[in-house]
């Protein structure tokens, strides 16, 4: 079992920066590919970024490329998203989640553990 805890949500203004954090709870982080979603209301769940368990591969989804950084530090055990120039679509619950397969993946269903959350709001 992999408990994740995100941090660094809030409400920011258009055009401002926010940085997320997920900590990972074991140490096995290291072999996991990791990834972010998000989930705006009434809307569903998407894919927003991936890492790879070394973190040599990302993905993002088109709509944040360019303004969303994933990196990780596995002697932390801490998943990031860097995330700038935010847009009012970009408010949403963002949720890290971890993929056994160590390998970078768009698709929820490759990711076993999930965090609780982390809400980001911003404002026009």
């Known amino acids: 079992q992999v408990q994740l805890v995100e941090s660094g949500g809030g409400l920011v203004q258009a055009g401002g920066s926010l940085r997320l954090s997920c900590a990972a709870s074991?140490?096995?982080?290291?072999?996991?590919?990791m990834g972010w979603f998000r989930q705006a209301p009434g809307k569903e769940r998407e894919f927003v970024a991936s890492?790879?368990?070394?973190?040599?591969?990302?993905y993002y989804v088109d709509s944040v490329k360019g303004r969303f950084t994933i990196s990780r530090d596995n002697a932390k055990n801490t998943v990031y998203l860097q995330m700038t120039s935010l847009k009012p679509e970009d408010t949403a619950v963002y949720y890290c989640?971890?993929?056994?397969?160590?390998?970078?993946?768009?698709?929820?269903?490759?990711?076993?553990?999930w965090g609780q959350g982390t809400q980001v709001t911003v404002s026009s």
């Open positions: 989640a971890a993929n056994p397969t160590g390998w970078a993946s768009t698709d929820d269903d490759d990711y076993v553990y």
């Open positions: 074991r140490h096995t982080f290291s072999t996991y590919a």
């Open positions: 890492i790879s368990w070394s973190g040599g591969t990302t």
